[in-house]
């Protein structure tokens, strides 16, 4: 259609816009066949009739209104879209960022000629003020959390996508975000100091040394302790860089180092690591123990086998001797799950052969020996459909023979009990010490009895991994063994039951040095300012007051009955028993699987006043410094490339402050609150 040529310019640029928004139809003319209006502007406007044949278009922030239609005459969008395209409309400026943003034309990535894009918030959502402090906040825990790069802050992409998403957001720099990361890692660290300050018990350490491209060593130093309601606890404390590792103060100086960090001088109860030591290093470690607490059993609580190490170390023992076998099954595997149709024809073959299997069949990952033993458990149940394979497809190597199937069912019984036991490490909720003892003990008289089979094959795995277990049963069976008899369910008689199966006629001799250690123990504990009677209890004193009040309002004192204790005390002491032979001499609780250990000792520790701190802390004992995603690794862990190249410091912010985040040392960090930079 030709425009007018004798049209003003105005009319000429209405006509325009009309076509543009195929608007070409007035409404007197065809009403019914009015197309729907795409423009975005009707978003923000509503047409309003106000006379015969003339309309207007209001504004629906601030009402102001503006000429659209009289008669045949339209007068288009674009005076309106300058309305609020350019900020113009009074409302809109005061409510900008609430439910509605300007719309412009052709920003973004587009081009201008692009259709426009809605950028407007709907009236449902909540209103979230820009908050420059809080992006950054944001962004340091991301990275902390996530194990990002520092560095991500400059990456040309992540860059792009926070401008996108908030252009008035000023990216930060390295510098920036490592700073931010610090004082993340700072203002968690008074939260956890106060967490620690208020535990009532003593703390345990756990060492974990991990390696780096840089033949350095960081020894992860690890907390553990249990609060006043009897809740277990642990954080990582230290991230020490050293740079001789096999030195022998290498693991006494992450120690001394974690100490004085944390004010626990007089408060390490025991030390649990994982790297070989020799007896120059033990000595170093007992000193620690030693010289910053009473001597607690002379420093023998030092256990110095991980048991996930141990396990793990067992574990490779087996699929070292079996390597060839495994490696048989493991091409079977290989051959049915990398290729569809084979998978298909197993898969037929199986329901064909009806072979019962409810195991997943899949390629192990040779650095958790876990996954191995599925593999084997789950190929042995379908060794008839693997013996029916065509044997003579090239792909297919050869499948292994009824023998090959036989030793790795031997192999799998001896991994059995392995992964038994760091299941019930990781799946637990009872403190580690009691659980491994009785793990250790089965490993213990399996092997014993494995160990006079006449199979050449049987007789090579049992003599390397009695080796191992018994020479960690030797360094932490007391260990384990005081932790047992603070169970009510087992106390002395478990040890007795158990020694004498392992000892035969030596039994009584073990058991009475479990028996002298705890009684030692014991009078450590009575040697320390406790009250003298469960009244005066600490925490039953802190929780209940034990004062009453008068009908008149006075408080009752104790009228001199701490003297009358005293006496009792003095004159009867040679009759009275410990609270310790009170314990041992009770009968044992009834042995239901779901119990509660610490709770049991929470709801009699004003019976048993100081057994019962002793038993907190005998019971934060870990036996493993890993968690349960290392439980069943076969290397130790290594720092990523990345964070290797950084400083020392800034590794332990990034680990700690991770996990500090993780656990909610500070009530969930006060993640909604903006942090001040």
Same mark, same amino acid.
């Given at each position: 259609?030709?425009?007018?040529?004798?049209?003003?310019?105005?009319?000429?640029?209405?006509?325009?816009?009309?076509?543009?928004?195929?608007?070409?139809?007035?409404?007197?003319?065809?009403?019914?066949?009015?197309?729907?209006?795409?423009?975005?502007?009707?978003?923000?406007?509503?047409?309003?009739?106000?006379?015969?044949?003339?309309?207007?278009?209001?504004?629906?922030?601030?009402?102001?209104? !503006?000429?659209?239609?009289?008669?045949?005459?339209?007068?288009?969008?674009?005076?309106?879209?300058?309305?609020?395209?350019?900020?113009?409309?009074?409302?809109?400026?005061?409510?900008?960022?609430?439910?509605?943003?300007? !719309?412009?034309?052709?920003?973004?990535?587009?081009?201008?000629?692009?259709?426009?894009?809605?950028?407007?918030?709907?009236?449902?959502?909540?209103?979230?003020?820009?908050?420059?402090?809080?992006?950054?906040?944001?962004?340091?825990?991301?990275?902390?959390?996530?194990?990002?790069?520092?560095?991500?802050?400059?990456?040309?992409?992540?860059?792009?996508?926070?401008?996108?998403?908030?252009?008035?957001?000023?990216?930060?720099?390295?510098?920036?975000?490592?700073?931010?990361?610090?004082?993340?890692?700072?203002?968690?660290?008074?939260?956890?100091?106060?967490?620690?300050?208020?535990?009532?018990?003593?703390?345990?350490?756990?060492?974990?040394?991990?390696?780096?491209?840089?033949?350095?060593?960081?020894?992860?130093?690890?907390?553990? !302790?249990?609060?006043?309601?009897?809740?277990?606890?642990?954080?990582?404390?230290?991230?020490?860089?050293?740079?001789?590792?096999?030195?022998?103060?290498?693991?006494?100086?992450?120690?001394?180092?974690?100490?004085?960090?944390?004010?626990?001088?007089?408060?390490?109860?025991?030390?649990?690591?994982?790297?070989?030591?020799?007896?120059?290093?033990?000595?170093?470690?007992?000193?620690?123990?030693?010289?910053?607490?009473?001597?607690?059993?002379?420093?023998?609580?030092?256990?110095?086998?991980?048991?996930?190490?141990?396990?793990?170390?067992?574990?490779?023992?087996?699929?070292?001797?079996?390597?060839?076998?495994?490696?048989?099954?493991?091409?079977?595997?290989?051959?049915?799950?990398?290729?569809?149709?084979?998978?298909?024809?197993?898969?037929?073959?199986?329901?064909?052969?009806?072979?019962?299997?409810?195991?997943?069949?899949?390629?192990?990952?040779?650095?958790?020996?876990?996954?191995?033993?599925?593999?084997?458990?789950?190929?042995?149940?379908?060794?008839?459909?693997?013996?029916?394979?065509?044997?003579?497809?090239?792909?297919?190597?050869?499948?292994?023979?009824?023998?090959?199937?036989?030793?790795?069912?031997?192999?799998?019984?001896?991994?059995?009990?392995?992964?038994?036991?760091?299941?019930?490490?990781?799946?637990?909720?009872?403190?580690?010490?009691?659980?491994?003892?009785?793990?250790?003990?089965?490993?213990?008289?399996?092997?014993?009895?494995?160990?006079?089979?006449?199979?050449?094959?049987?007789?090579?795995?049992?003599?390397?991994?009695?080796?191992?277990?018994?020479?960690?049963?030797?360094?932490?069976?007391?260990?384990?063994?005081?932790?047992?008899?603070?169970?009510?369910?087992?106390?002395?008689?478990?040890?007795?039951?158990?020694?004498?199966?392992?000892?035969?006629?030596?039994?009584?001799?073990?058991?009475?040095?479990?028996?002298?250690?705890?009684?030692?123990?014991?009078?450590?504990?009575?040697?320390?300012?406790?009250?003298?009677?469960?009244?005066?209890?600490?925490?039953?004193?802190?929780?209940?007051?034990?004062?009453?009040?008068?009908?008149?309002?006075?408080?009752?004192?104790?009228?001199?009955?701490?003297?009358?204790?005293?006496?009792?005390?003095?004159?009867?002491?040679?009759?009275?028993?410990?609270?310790?032979?009170?314990?041992?001499?009770?009968?044992?609780?009834?042995?239901?699987?779901?119990?509660?250990?610490?709770?049991?000792?929470?709801?009699?520790?004003?019976?048993?006043?100081?057994?019962?701190?002793?038993?907190?802390?005998?019971?934060?004992?870990?036996?493993?410094?890993?968690?349960?995603?290392?439980?069943?690794?076969?290397?130790?862990?290594?720092?990523?490339?990345?964070?290797?190249?950084?400083?020392?410091?800034?590794?332990?912010?990034?680990?700690?402050?991770?996990?500090?985040?993780?656990?909610?040392?500070?009530?969930?960090?006060?993640?909604?609150?903006?942090?001040?930079?």
């Amino acid at each position: 259609m030709l425009r007018d040529k004798m049209a003003t310019p105005e009319e000429n640029n209405a006509l325009a816009l009309t076509e543009e928004n195929n608007e070409m139809t007035t409404p007197e003319s065809q009403p019914n066949k009015r197309r729907k209006k795409k423009s975005i502007v009707w978003e923000h406007f509503t047409i309003e009739n106000v006379g015969a044949g003339c309309r207007r278009a209001c504004c629906n922030q601030c009402k102001q209104s !503006f000429a659209y239609s009289t008669g045949s005459k339209v007068a288009g969008t674009s005076h309106l879209k300058r309305h609020i395209a350019k900020g113009t409309c009074p409302a809109l400026l005061r409510n900008q960022g609430n439910q509605l943003t300007p !719309f412009t034309p052709g920003s973004g990535n587009g081009s201008a000629t692009d259709p426009p894009k809605r950028r407007y918030r709907s009236p449902s959502s909540p209103y979230v003020p820009f908050d420059a402090d809080r992006c950054r906040h944001e962004i340091a825990r991301m990275i902390i959390l996530h194990d990002y790069p520092l560095h991500m802050v400059e990456h040309s992409g992540f860059v792009n996508f926070v401008q996108n998403l908030q252009p008035r957001f000023s990216m930060v720099s390295f510098n920036t975000v490592h700073g931010d990361c610090v004082a993340t890692y700072l203002r968690e660290k008074q939260n956890v100091m106060k967490f620690i300050e208020g535990m009532p018990g003593r703390v345990c350490l756990t060492l974990d040394l991990w390696t780096s491209n840089q033949s350095l060593s960081y020894v992860f130093v690890t907390g553990h !302790f249990i609060d006043s309601d009897w809740k277990p606890h642990k954080r990582i404390l230290n991230v020490v860089m050293e740079p001789y590792p096999d030195s022998d103060t290498a693991l006494s100086h992450a120690v001394a180092c974690c100490l004085s960090d944390w004010s626990l001088e007089g408060k390490l109860f025991s030390v649990t690591y994982n790297h070989p030591v020799g007896e120059p290093g033990l000595e170093n470690l007992r000193s620690l123990l030693c010289i910053k607490n009473p001597l607690i059993l002379n420093g023998q609580l030092l256990i110095g086998n991980c048991s996930a190490r141990i396990l793990s170390s067992l574990a490779k023992d087996v699929l070292w001797a079996g390597r060839d076998i495994i490696k048989k099954i493991r091409d079977s595997v290989k051959y049915v799950k990398t290729s569809e149709s084979h998978e298909e024809k197993f898969v037929d073959l199986k329901q064909h052969l009806q072979v019962p299997s409810e195991k997943s069949l899949s390629i192990d990952d040779q650095s958790q020996w876990n996954t191995t033993y599925q593999m084997l458990v789950a190929a042995s149940e379908l060794k008839e459909v693997f013996s029916c394979l065509d044997t003579s497809d090239p792909d297919y190597k050869e499948a292994p023979s009824m023998e090959h199937w036989r030793e790795a069912e031997t192999i799998c019984s001896f991994l059995k009990p392995l992964y038994d036991a760091a299941n019930m490490l990781t799946s637990t909720t009872n403190p580690t010490t009691v659980v491994f003892f009785h793990e250790v003990w089965k490993i213990q008289t399996d092997l014993a009895r494995a160990f006079t089979s006449e199979d050449p094959f049987i007789s090579s795995i049992t003599k390397a991994m009695q080796e191992k277990i018994s020479k960690y049963w030797k360094d932490c069976s007391l260990v384990l063994a005081i932790a047992v008899v603070m169970d009510p369910r087992f106390k002395m008689k478990l040890v007795e039951f158990s020694f004498s199966k392992m000892y035969g006629e030596d039994a009584p001799t073990y058991t009475k040095i479990v028996d002298d250690g705890i009684h030692e123990l014991f009078l450590e504990y009575v040697a320390l300012p406790l009250p003298l009677t469960p009244t005066y209890a600490e925490e039953g004193n802190s929780e209940n007051n034990m004062k009453t009040e008068d009908h008149q309002g006075n408080l009752l004192s104790d009228n001199g009955l701490t003297d009358f204790d005293v006496y009792i005390m003095e004159t009867t002491s040679q009759q009275m028993k410990s609270e310790l032979d009170q314990y041992l001499e009770e009968s044992l609780l009834p042995r239901v699987q779901e119990f509660d250990v610490l709770g049991w000792w929470k709801l009699n520790k004003l019976k048993y006043p100081t057994l019962s701190k002793m038993a907190r802390d005998i019971l934060s004992i870990p036996v493993t410094t890993v968690g349960p995603d290392s439980m069943f690794d076969t290397t130790i862990k290594e720092l990523d490339q990345y964070r290797s190249s950084l400083r020392a410091e800034t590794v332990e912010a990034l680990v700690c402050a991770k996990d500090w985040l993780q656990h909610g040392s500070a009530e969930v960090s006060n993640a909604l609150v903006k942090m001040e930079f």
